[in-house]
């Protein structure tokens, strides 16, 4: 019913040239929301909400991270956590996608309605501090090099407009006080029998912060960041070809530096050797 009372909504606006897109917008967001929330529709149990949901959803989840226009902050975040409840499990790449280049890129957007509307969002989204759980876990804890830290990243950037005289002070003090506060009351309520997996999770953070030092380094000066992978035990001198050809994450020219030195022809011909020329 509170779709259909939605779709006459919009057929109304599309007729009402003085209502604006925002409105027919909002109202587009509400029935998607309530679409995805379905429990009675057999397809979304099936493969194809996986197309819907990385074609044409994730188009205008993108979009409307990216949006500067402050009545459509709530729309999009009520949407983004209601795909992270019911979809994670087959959208968390994607989801990780709209979250860096949507609302992390927000963060830094040098136009302040920007950021303010992206504080509206977080503080949205501060309710579910399982949301945040999930980011560190997922991404900021993920060694592999691969993705930026979220849960970090968000607040260092949210930080950034926390000082005096920036036009975002109040709305990022209220970010970090919401998700601060929230996480706090989610983790007092942790078992302590979680402890060790907590400090499971806090080693493998450190491991990702040593391993993203090591890249930084290695694209500044190849030959000091092998040093400095060789230093953390991250690898063995004696396998460094198979690390220099199966890790994506380092900067090819200082791949191609380290090859290419006439003192490392072992290493050349160790890395030349893991092709398959068949």
Sequence with gaps: TKI????????????????????????????????????????????????????EVHVAMMAL?????LSLAIPFAKLFLTIWKRYSKIYIHRLYEIYEKGILHSLSSPNSNQILRTCEILKYLSSEPQLFVDLFVNFDCDSSGTYVSLFESTINLVSKHAYPDDPCEYPALTVLNLILYNMWKYLKSTKKSEQPVTDTLIQAKRQKDVFQQGLDLFKKTPKKGLQYFIQQNIVSEDKVAEFL?????????????????????????????LFDFR
């Design 65 to 69: 991270a990216l949006d500067n226009n």
């Design 245 to 273: 050809f199966n890790t994506n994450q380092l900067d090819p020219a200082g791949v191609g530096e380290i090859i290419g030195t006439q003192n490392n022809r072992q290493i050349l011909k160790d890395y030349v050797s």
């Design 4 to 55: 259909n009372q939605n779709f006459q909504q919009i057929q109304e606006n599309n007729q009402n040239p003085k209502q604006n897109t925002a409105s027919t917008l909002h109202l587009c967001c509400s029935i998607l929301d309530e679409i995805l929330n379905q429990t009675n529709i057999p397809f979304f149990k099936g493969p194809i909400i996986d197309v819907i949901l990385n074609h």
